[in-house]
């Protein structure tokens, strides 16, 4: 999928003018067949007037108060690469660096299942997607649908036979 960003911001006269259009590169990781199409981000809240300059990045979640906007892509199957031909040591340090900070949030005893301290707010654009909480709860949502995650342990399957699109906006928190 081709994105198209288009961002505004304000000239030395404090005038709104348009400061980017154009496509962003997806993120891929040999461990994942998942996209990532990072669209925004800051690490704090944002003050105006600004110059429309995207916020630097950290990590790949946000720190309390910060924001990450993205599209996310889902392919069938369980979102990960066939390991027969990774090397896995690679593979982890590619994911590190691209990612930084995903790993941390995974649960190695149940793959694929991940917390996080952000609020995100989801909507599916396209396909339909399985969202399984604790306990193997899962409700399925279709384009058009809308989740709101609130830290909770989750993960994500695509068991159709073409991808998922989820537009994914998160905000930070602080776990207590």
Same mark, same amino acid.
């Given at each position: /999928?081709?994105?198209?960003?288009?961002?505004?911001?304000?000239?030395?006269? =404090?005038?709104?003018?348009?400061?980017?259009?154009?496509?962003?590169?997806?993120?891929?990781?040999?461990?994942?067949?998942?996209?990532?199409?990072?669209?925004? #981000?800051?690490?704090?809240?944002?003050?105006?007037?600004?110059?429309?300059?995207?916020?630097?990045?950290?990590?790949?979640?946000?720190?309390?108060?910060?924001?990450?906007?993205?599209?996310?892509?889902?392919?069938?199957?369980?979102?990960?690469?066939?390991?027969?031909?990774?090397?896995?040591?690679?593979?982890?340090?590619?994911?590190?660096?691209?990612?930084?900070?995903?790993?941390?949030?995974?649960?190695?005893?149940?793959?694929? /299942?991940?917390?996080? =301290?952000?609020?995100?707010?989801?909507?599916?654009?396209?396909?339909?997607?399985?969202?399984?909480?604790?306990? !193997?709860?899962?409700?399925?949502?279709?384009? !058009?649908?809308?989740?709101?995650?609130? !830290?909770?342990?989750?993960?994500?399957?695509? *068991?159709?036979?073409?991808?998922?699109?989820?537009?994914?906006?998160?905000?930070?928190?602080? #776990? *207590?």
């Amino acid at each position: /999928m081709q994105i198209r960003r288009v961002v505004t911001g304000h000239d030395d006269r =404090d005038k709104a003018v348009f400061v980017d259009d154009g496509h962003v590169e997806p993120t891929t990781v040999v461990l994942s067949t998942t996209t990532y199409h990072e669209l925004w #981000r800051a690490d704090s809240v944002p003050t105006f007037p600004d110059a429309g300059a995207n916020g630097s990045k950290t990590t790949f979640f946000p720190a309390a108060g910060g924001y990450r906007f993205f599209i996310l892509t889902l392919p069938p199957g369980d979102g990960h690469a066939n390991l027969d031909d990774v090397d896995v040591e690679a593979g982890l340090r590619e994911l590190q660096e691209k990612l930084p900070g995903v790993l941390e949030t995974n649960d190695f005893d149940d793959p694929g /299942m991940h917390t996080t =301290d952000t609020v995100d707010m989801e909507i599916v654009l396209s396909g339909a997607v399985v969202l399984e909480l604790d306990d !193997g709860v899962e409700k399925t949502l279709h384009a !058009g649908d809308v989740n709101i995650q609130n !830290g909770t342990r989750h993960r994500w399957h695509n *068991r159709g036979t073409s991808p998922v699109v989820i537009a994914v906006m998160m905000v930070g928190a602080h #776990r *207590r």
